[in-house]
Structures are given as structure tokens and as C-alpha cells.
């Protein structure tokens, strides 16, 4: 059922409505974005929340159950023009435990006419990463660093990582994003990111879009600066916050003595009456989408 929905020559991602069902679970249901070329995208969201189901559909690894999508300009295959066009490192980083980091890049090379050998190895020099050791005898920090070095040395358009980071200490976490913001710089606007991650602190450093998911749908889809200015979190005593059309309300907390709301803004200069308003910083607002997203399940299995 897979469908290709024509994209600006701006877009490296465009999707409509799409969906991924495996027998009756839907994986992905209605998910509809688009990512400019040469931003970094962070994908977001909890355990099952469709973000890896998104990635596959992207890499051409799965075809879609229902919508529209197009990559590139292109419909996602596994065709040799497609993926030579793609770089994407999963959490697992498969490499082979036996063979060196230069062994690894000799099959590149046999395998992508893209290939840049030259790139894989001086990124490794850099970052004093043996290039002639097992790569199960390196750290994972290192090994994720091999996995990226292979990714981006076929020179793709658009580099999709999945988890990457997820298993690393904070400093080989650090290490990865540096690599990553630097091949960015480098490719001067030629490459387009979509990183998944849990760890949104990290993601901050690098992205400057964000698409959250959650429940298999999308919830977020856009820059994280106008994600910041439009978003706020209200303080007021407690009680009910008011109803507004220029506002919709993401999370909203009451106790005893305040109501905390976190709330998006379709009117930037709104004022509301006896409430203050604060800046909220890009987790709270994944946490409040998030929370928001879980309620409404909730409250459809009748357990609220």
C-alpha cells in the first residue's frame, strides 16, 4: 500500500498518514512530517513508540501498510541507487567482533562505488582509534565510532541512527555527538540527520529539529528553537486554567496550593490573567507530549 507523495526539493523526508501494522498492532499509525535537507533531527520517544518502525520504513528495510511517503524524492526500495544514498548505524552496531576497522572498510569499498576510504580512516586517526585491532577487542565508545566512520564514508544524503548512543558511558556519548556535529559542519549542508534517542539532554547539543512519537503517533513535528518559543509552562493557584482558542493545553498538573500547565501557544504575545509564565527547555516539553499521549491511553482503556 505504499504510496509516494511528491516532496519539495527543500525536504530530504516527507511522510502522510503513514503507517506500519503487524497483523492488528499497528507499530505506526498516521504519521505525517517532513525534515529539510541538511538539518539534524532528534526522533523521540517511549519504548514502543513507533521510532524504530519510522527508521525502517525510511532505510527501505520494511514497506508501509497505509499512507504516503518519500525520501529523497524517492520511494524507499532496496535498490542499489536508493541505499547508496542512505547511511544508517543501528543500536547494536553491527560490526564483525573478528575483523579490524580496516577490514570493515576494505567491504565497504568492494560494496559502495561512493565509498570515501580516506574519510573513514583519518576520522579514526583523529579520534586514536586503532584501525588494525578487532573491533571486539575495542570499547563501545570506539566501536560506535567505527559504525559512524562506515556510515558516513559512503557519503549518504541522509544519515539515519538509530539508538547509537544508548549503551555509551557520558564521555564516549560526548565523543559520538562531537563526530557526528563535525560531519555535519563538513558536509556543508549536504547531509540530513534523524538520530532516535532517549537521552534528550544529549540531543539538544546537535539537533535543531525534533519529532516526537508516541503511541505510534506523531505528536511533534518541527524547528526546536520555534518549539521553545511557543511552548510555556503556566503557574497560577490552584484551579482550572482557562480555555482559550489561541492556546492548547499539553500537561496540566494541580495540587492543593498551584496548577502547573505546560501549554503550546498559537498566539506568541497571549496573555493569560493571573498566571505567570515560564520558558521550558526541550525536555519538558518531550515529557509533557509524552505524558499527554499515555493519559489519553489510559483513559481509553478505562483505567483513569
Known amino acids: 500500500m505504499e504510496q509516494t507523495v511528491k516532496s519539495k526539493a527543500s525536504e530530504a523526508v516527507h511522510t502522510?498518514?503513514?503507517?506500519?501494522?503487524?497483523?492488528?498492532?499497528?507499530?505506526?499509525k498516521d504519521c505525517t512530517i517532513s525534515v529539510p535537507r541538511g538539518s539534524v533531527t532528534a526522533l523521540v520517544g517511549p519504548?514502543?513508540?513507533?521510532?524504530?518502525?519510522l527508521l525502517k520504513l525510511l532505510v527501505g528495510l520494511n514497506s508501509s501498510s497505509a499512507g504516503e511517503i518519500a525520501v529523497l524524492g524517492q520511494t524507499p526500495s532496496e535498490t542499489t541507487n536508493y541505499l547508496s544514498s542512505i547511511g544508517y548505524l543501528a543500536q547494536e552496531i553491527p560490526l564483525y567482533n573478528q575483523f579490524t576497522a580496516l577490514e570493515h572498510f576494505a567491504i565497504g569499498k568492494h560494496m559502495d562505488t561512493?565509498?570515501?576510504n580516506e574519510l573513514a580512516v583519518k576520522r579514526l586517526q583523529e579520534l586514536r582509534i586503532p584501525l588494525d585491532r578487532r573491533v571486539g577487542k575495542l570499547s563501545g565508545?570506539?566501536?560506535?565510532?567505527?559504525?559512524?566512520?562506515?556510515?558516513?564514508?559512503?557519503?549518504?544524503?541522509l544519515l539515519l541512527l538509530d539508538e547509537p548512543v544508548a549503551a555509551l558511558d557520558p564521555l564516549a556519548r560526548m565523543d559520538f555527538l562531537a563526530s557526528l556535529a563535525q560531519a555535519v559542519t563538513d558536509a556543508d549542508g549536504e547531509l540530513?540527520?534523524?538520530?532516535?534517542?532517549?537521552?534528550l539532554a544529549d540531543l539538544e547539543r546537535?539537533?535543531?529539529?525534533?519529532?516526537?512519537?508516541?503511541?505510534g503517533e506523531t505528536q511533534l513535528c518541527d524547528d526546536v528553537d520555534h518549539v521553545l518559543k511557543s511552548h510555556k509552562l503556566l503557574v497560577g493557584h490552584s484551579g482550572e486554567l482557562?480555555?482559550?482558542?489561541?492556546?492548547?493545553?499539553?500537561?496540566?498538573?494541580r495540587s492543593s496550593t498551584a496548577t502547573h500547565a505546560i501549554v503550546r501557544l498559537n498566539n506568541l504575545k497571549l496573555a493569560i490573567p493571573g498566571w505567570h509564565v515560564r520558558d521550558v527547555d526541550i525536555e519538558e516539553v518531550v515529557l509533557a507530549y509524552m505524558g499527554q499521549s499515555r493519559d489519553m491511553a489510559a483513559d481509553e482503556r478505562g483505567e483513569r
Not at 502522510?16 to 505506526?28: D, E, H, M, P, V
Not at 519504548?47 to 518502525?53: I, P, Q, R
Not at 546537535?206 to 503511541?215: E, N, P
Open 114 to 116: 561512493n565509498w570515501n
Open 192 to 199: 540530513t540527520v534523524i538520530m532516535s534517542s532517549h537521552l
Open 242 to 253: 482557562p480555555k482559550h482558542e489561541g492556546m492548547s493545553v499539553i500537561q496540566e498538573v
Open 16 to 28: 502522510r498518514g503513514l503507517g506500519k501494522c503487524y497483523g492488528s498492532f499497528w507499530a505506526l
Open 47 to 53: 519504548n514502543g513508540a513507533g521510532k524504530t518502525s
Open 206 to 215: 546537535v539537533c535543531d529539529r525534533v519529532i516526537i512519537l508516541a503511541a
Open 141 to 157: 565508545g570506539q566501536r560506535a565510532q567505527v559504525g559512524l566512520a562506515m556510515a558516513l564514508a559512503k557519503r549518504p544524503q
